[in-house]
Each structure stands twice: as C-alpha cells, then as structure tokens.
C-alpha cells in the first residue's frame, strides 16, 4: 500500500514536472504571429477610449448620422444595411455580417476587407485595442 502511494505520489508529481514543458511552445509564440480574436479578451471600457478614433464619423447614438453610420446596435448588423445611410456598393455588396471576427478583420484593414469602402481609415493594427473597441460596440445596443 505504501508502495502504491508512492508511486502515485511519483506519478502526480511528474506530470505535474511535464506540464510547463508542454506549454513551452504557445508561451514562446512570437508576439509578431497574429492573433485570433477568440485569443483575445476585450476590454470595453479601454474600447471606449479607443473609439475616440471612430467618433469623428461614426455616432454611437440611434439614428444619428455622421460621415458614417451611427454604430448604435453595429453588431448583428448586415454590412451596408442601416436605412438612409449612402453606403458604397462595396460595402452593400460585401456580403459581412458584422460580429466579433468579421469586425476583427475588417478594422486591422478596412480597404482590404472591403476592397472599394469609403470608409477612409487605415485601420488598427494593435490586436488587443481592435478587441477593446469590438467589445465596447458589443456594448451599443
Ligand atoms: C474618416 C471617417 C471614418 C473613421 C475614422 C472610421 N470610419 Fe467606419 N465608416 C466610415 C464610412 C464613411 C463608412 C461607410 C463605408 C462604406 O459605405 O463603404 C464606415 C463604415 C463602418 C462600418 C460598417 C457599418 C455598416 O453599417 O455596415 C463599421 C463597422 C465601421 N465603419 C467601424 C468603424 C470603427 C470601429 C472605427 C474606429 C476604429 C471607424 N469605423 C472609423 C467612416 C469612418
């Protein structure tokens, strides 16, 4: 019985030994290799400071206009779909439905998710404050 306890004693305690080895390689991911968005926990009230970039075109107040459209309730939106807002037909034909990953994408480049938007922005590269400002428009409904 002794022996057992030992040994499992052993056991627990090399797996336990094996666990940081595993994890080596994800710890080591270079911070240049682009990250997943579901990587990613957002921030709203960071996204609230962030969005200050946005704010000079886009209204976060129902039907409010601007250069762009309001991002009153964005998510769950279909791309070029709020009435009365003269979407480019590139933005109308893109065939997006915002959510988390597509707004991902589409805010680290704009023009190369949307080829043709007139949305003049060059986008956020930093992944962590596009994560922010998603989690802060997840908040506008
Ligand atoms: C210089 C003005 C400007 C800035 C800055 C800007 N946008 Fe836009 N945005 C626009 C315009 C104009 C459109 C409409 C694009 C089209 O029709 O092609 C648009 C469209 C969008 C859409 C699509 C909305 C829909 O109804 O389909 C989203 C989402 C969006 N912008 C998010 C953002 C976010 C988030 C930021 C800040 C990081 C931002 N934009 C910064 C002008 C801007």
Redesign the pocket.
């Known amino acids: 019985m002794r022996l057992m306890m030992l040994s499992l004693l052993a056991l627990t305690a090399c797996s336990k030994s094996a666990e940081p080895e595993q994890q080596a390689p994800t710890a080591e991911t270079p911070a240049a290799a682009p990250k997943a968005f579901a990587e990613l926990k957002g921030d709203p009230a960071a996204g609230e400071k ?2 200050v ?2 704010r ?3 209204a976060v107040e129902p039907n409010k206009g601007g ?3 309001t ?1 009153h309730q ?1 998510v769950g ?6 009435p009365g ?1 003269a ?2 037909s ?3 034909q893109s065939g997006l439905t ?1 959510h988390g990953e597509t ?1 991902y994408r ?2 680290e480049v ?1 023009m190369a998710v ?1 080829p ?6 060059a986008g ?1 590269k930093d992944p962590q404050k596009r994560a922010d ?1 998603i989690a802060y ?1 997840e908040t506008l409904k």
């Open positions: 962030t969005y970039q946005c000079v075109c886009h250069v762009g459209p991002l964005v939106r279909a791309a070029g779909s709020l807002y979407y480019s590139a933005m109308k915002w707004l589409f805010l704009p949307v043709g938007t007139k949305m003049a922005y956020m400002v428009l």
